[in-house]
């Protein structure tokens, strides 16, 4: 397996505090990803890694920012938690030349805000 | 900009076949993956089709054909571990190694 790891595993916060999650990898792959999936719309790209301090953005964007200042890790940072950011947070990573789409998940955090 | 659609449940029988069908709109792809997750998990690769006809690994195959914006998962000798959620998704072109995933479609074996 993959070596990803995302903590924490589980979070429960209010509304209007700041969240950040980290992903981190020990497998030296340049692309790294946020998802966040809820129930009825499968896996969405929130931001994206390609490479040290190179990110963008994905389909939601919107209320989450993200920061890689090493390789190994990539943080995603709700920097006002909303009850609608309540879902399950997947990091993924994927080598540069892949050539099957293959990407690897991390087990998930939980986020719940109140 | 990118969706594909899949059913949202399919039900079989153990030892049964089932197909599990992706439709897509795109304007541009590298290929079709498939990605298995179990309740309470991580999504896992299962497959990957660059062109156009199947490939198969063991009791999966996939298929897809570019001309129809179609693509399917076909599942073998099912057994009750495949009771899972697969999902399709697809790599843009020029997209940074980004795939776009459809809604999922869960997979319930019953005895």
Redesign the interface.
């Known amino acids: 397996d993959a070596g990803i790891t995302q903590s924490p595993r589980h979070k429960v916060t209010e509304t209007g505090t700041p969240v950040t999650l980290r992903c981190h990898q020990t497998e030296n792959h340049r692309y790294m990803y946020w998802y966040r999936q809820d129930p009825g719309h499968g896996l969405r790209l929130i931001h994206y890694s390609y490479g040290v301090k190179d990110t963008d953005k994905g389909e939601v964007s919107d209320g989450y920012s993200v920061s890689r200042s090493k390789t190994e890790d990539f943080l995603l940072t709700l920097e006002s938690a909303t009850s609608s950011q309540t879902s399950v947070y997947f990091c993924a990573i994927s080598e540069s030349s892949g050539s099957r789409n293959e990407q690897f998940f991390g087990p998930g955090t939980r986020l719940t805000v109140l | 900009g990118q969706s594909l659609e899949q059913p ?1 449940e399919v039900t079989a029988v153990e030892g049964a076949i089932v197909q599990i069908n992706c439709t897509y709109q795109t304007s541009g792809f ?2 079709l ?1 498939w990605y298995q997750q179990h309740d309470g ?5 299962l497959s ?1 089709n ?1 062109l156009d006809g199947l490939e198969e690994t063991g009791r999966f195959s996939s298929f897809l054909s570019r001309s129809d914006s179609y693509g399917y998962l076909l599942l073998q000798e099912l057994q009750m571990k495949d009771s899972a959620s697969y ?1 399709c ?1 697809v ?1 843009p072109s020029g997209g ?9 479609t869960r997979l319930a074996v019953h005895p």
Request: charged content about 10%.
């Open positions: 949202s590298y290929g993956s998990g991580a999504p896992t690769f990957y660059a999902f998704a790599k940074y190694n980004k795939l776009i995933f459809g809604a999922g």
